[in-house]
């Protein structure tokens, strides 16, 4: 069976290093003109080479991300040895704004701390860049809601703990006050969606 993420990864890499975006904060709009995709307004989705984002309706940090997956999608429609599905469409888009390289070289300097890496990568949101550290590290992403409520974890398969450890309660307990919380072995940051919505995005070291 063919290993999808490290297709995944290659395609990143190859689309990265081609194209120069591989430094941070990557502008994913004209990452998808440099590898032949138009971008134009309108509700988010994709025909052939077109890209459409909502210009306006969102924040900047959400056309982006917007953008990047609808190019994912594209890219994977050509790409014969991977399923062009959601989840490969996010996993690809995080890994062109989130550049292995650059970004594993960040995680050792900011000590995980998602807030200093949201200031580097502005263009990926929170979420993203959670899921991105359990992606390249041994790590759990967790998103969880007002009241210390979990919705959500990440991690590779290998590393995911069938029970919350109790460093990722307690970061998603402790932060909302400040809306960021450091810790040795963690980082959390609340969120605050579109619609105003508020959630904690908490990633911690699996072997804490």
Known sequence: MIDQTAVLEAIAREISEGTGCDDPPV???RLAALVGFEVCSGRGRREGTTLFVPFGRYPEI?????CAHELAHGILALEPAVENT???ASYLAAALLLPRRSFCADLQRTGWSLSRLHAIYWTAPPLAIARRIAECRDAIASVWTSGARLRR???????????????????AAGCWTDGVLEHDNGSAQVVVGPRGGRTAIVVVDAET
């Open 86 to 88: 959601e989840e490969n």
């Open 62 to 66: 959400m056309v982006h991300w917007l």
């Open 153 to 171: 974890r990440f991690a590779q398969k290998h590393v995911l703990t069938p029970r919350t450890l109790p460093l990722e309660a307690a970061l």
């Open 27 to 29: 502008d994913a709009l």
